[in-house]
């Protein structure tokens, strides 16, 4: 949430900017709009996962985990996905470095919370990457950086499905 701040916080200063100097806000945005890695990222992450799951404790709910997979670890693009990632590039300058550095950030975390929740049935931990990295038997596209066409999607429920089986049996 405090990234999401962070974000919206950084295009109102300049909408502001551009307010002020009487400029295109389109062009300032353009020239400006640049991608940031927050080491503190995997910190908070691992907060609000630590109060979620001393809830699900509370109330005895069984809870799975998923670290979500994005383009950029994909190795072989369609047409389609290159272009949105020279877009997203020509757009936010490292935006792909950044969002690699925070999933390794976050990779770590997971396996941190993997190693610390093994022993307890009522959580499952899974970087689901890893699956969707170059499995031939997902035949999807991304639309976005980190959103799937309806394959994708298909293939993401179907994972699912098999996890909530998994933790409905232990």
Known sequence: QKLYLLNFSNRCYYVIKSYLNKTNF????????????????????????????????????????????????????TNSEKKQIHLLESQRPDFKKNMVKHHKDFQKLYKELQNIYSNNSNFL??????????????????????????????????????????????
């Open 26 to 77: 389109f062009n300032i945005k353009k020239n400006n709009l640049n991608s940031y890695y927050h080491r503190e990222a995997s910190i908070e992450m691992k907060k609000n996962i630590t109060d979620i799951i001393n809830l699900a404790n509370q109330k005895k709910i069984k809870t799975f985990f998923y670290l979500q997979p994005n383009i950029f670890y994909k190795n072989n693009y």
């Open 125 to 170: 931990f899974k970087d689901i990457s890893i699956d969707f990295m170059d499995n031939l038997k997902y035949k999807f596209t991304y639309q976005s950086w980190a959103h799937f066409d309806d394959s994708g999607y298909n293939a993401l429920a179907n994972i699912i499905a098999n996890d909530i089986q998994i933790l409905l049996n232990k």
